[in-house]
């Protein structure tokens, strides 16, 4: 049986970054609330995301862990984190998957539901 573990994600838009001979950036953070609820100790492997602006271009992003951490969450306990991203458009969203390590040592993968990654008053 595949342990539950829920996901929620919010998201703040923090400002521009301009670079020099670069477009102009719009810079999110988003923290991710990790919760197991299931009756057994899980480890977050690793993440992927798809970041998609405005636009419609994507970019994909994966690799191990979050944050430079693989955590062990025990049951009933949530892990929190907060990270940024960069786009290019006023909005955008993110959405994706972690892996995760049940105590039985399988491997199983839990969506992170998609959001929004927006400027204030940007959407109608």
Same mark, same amino acid.
């Given at each position: ?25 719009? @810079? ?8 197991n609820t299931s009756k057994e ?33 025990? %049951?009933n306990q949530t ?11 006023? @909005? ?18 839990? %969506?992170? %539901?998609?959001?929004?990654?927006? @400027? ?5």
């Amino acid at each position: 049986m595949t342990p539950a573990i829920q996901i929620k994600v919010t998201s703040k838009y923090l400002g521009k970054q301009d670079q020099d001979k670069s477009p102009q950036m719009y @810079v999110f953070s988003y923290t991710v609330n990790i919760t197991n609820t299931s009756k057994e100790n899980v480890k977050l492997l690793s993440r992927y995301w798809l970041i998609t602006n405005g636009d419609g271009e994507k970019v994909e992003v994966e690799g191990d862990g979050v944050i430079g951490e693989q955590p062990v969450i025990a %049951p009933n306990q949530t892990y929190s984190y907060t990270s940024a991203s960069m786009l290019k458009t006023a @909005v955008g969203t993110m959405q994706g998957f972690y892996k995760f390590q049940a105590h039985n040592q399988d491997n199983f993968k839990t %969506p992170i %539901p998609v959001f929004s990654l927006a @400027v204030p008053n940007s959407l109608h």
